[in-house]
């Protein structure tokens, strides 16, 4: 079955330090990976997805099919970048969705 | 400005009524989603439509309907609202013909007492 996975609920990190949220994914065949975020009070909106192999707002991803892996990473965070996190797999034409992490950045 | 839009955001509503979502876009998409979701907990499928008069179920099984009449309209109908059916409802559309970028609504906010 197609699954998605975020240990995290929640990660706090102070303001200036790398941060690594991380998503695991179950699904045989290739996958596609996005990662959505949603800042607080507004909609949820894709960040980067990883067939465009892109650097949002500081943020990368890269997908490690040998781990069934996609963690985003920023070497410094900002507070501005406190949100939640989900991560999503596209095995079809439909989304399955991972929990989501909220990541908090401290000043 | 194109958009996608939901209504009410919020509703508080007792055991046993009707109610419906309304999802309305204006971007001129085919692709368009119901999502639920509970507080702190991923999104669940729960209706999609990939065009006119095509509607289908999604993984999470709802007892909402939903219609597809008009391209940039996809309401959802709840005959008789329980409290199980408290949750965030959100709405979503895409244009590309995989279903990615999906672009989210406000999403509605629903309280069964």
């Known amino acids: 079955a197609q699954r998605v996975t975020q240990p995290e609920k929640l990660l706090s990190v102070f303001k200036g330090a790398p941060v690594e949220l991380k998503c695991n994914y179950s699904?045989?065949?290739?996958?596609?990976l996005f990662w959505y975020v949603q800042y607080s009070r507004q909609r949820l909106q894709l960040l980067l997805r990883?067939?465009s192999r892109e650097s949002i707002k500081g943020f990368t991803a890269d997908l490690n099919k040998g781990e069934t892996s996609f963690h985003l990473k920023k070497p410094f965070a900002q507070e501005e970048d406190s949100a939640m996190y989900y991560c999503?797999?596209?095995?079809?034409?439909?989304?399955?969705f991972g929990p989501g992490t909220r990541l908090s950045v401290l000043p | 400005e194109a958009d996608i839009y939901q209504t009410p955001r919020y509703l508080v509503i007792g055991t046993g009524k009707k109610i419906t979502l309304e999802c309305s876009q204006t971007?001129?998409?085919?692709?368009m989603y119901w999502y639920q979701q509970d507080p702190g907990m991923e999104l669940h499928l729960i209706h999609y439509s990939y065009g006119v008069n095509s509607t289908e179920k999604g993984d999470l099984s709802s007892e909402s309907t939903v219609s597809r009449i008009r391209t940039e309209h996809f309401p959802l109908t709840l005959e008789s609202a329980r409290p199980s059916h408290t949750s965030q409802y959100l709405c979503?559309?895409?244009?590309?013909?995989?279903?990615?970028?999906?672009?989210f609504g406000p999403g509605t906010r629903l309280l069964v007492l």
């Open positions: 979503a559309s895409s244009g590309n013909p995989r279903g990615r970028d999906q672009y």
């Open positions: 999503a797999l596209l095995p079809g034409q439909n989304f399955v």
């Open positions: 699904y045989s065949g290739s996958p596609e």
């Open positions: 971007m001129g998409h085919d692709k």
């Open positions: 990883h067939i």
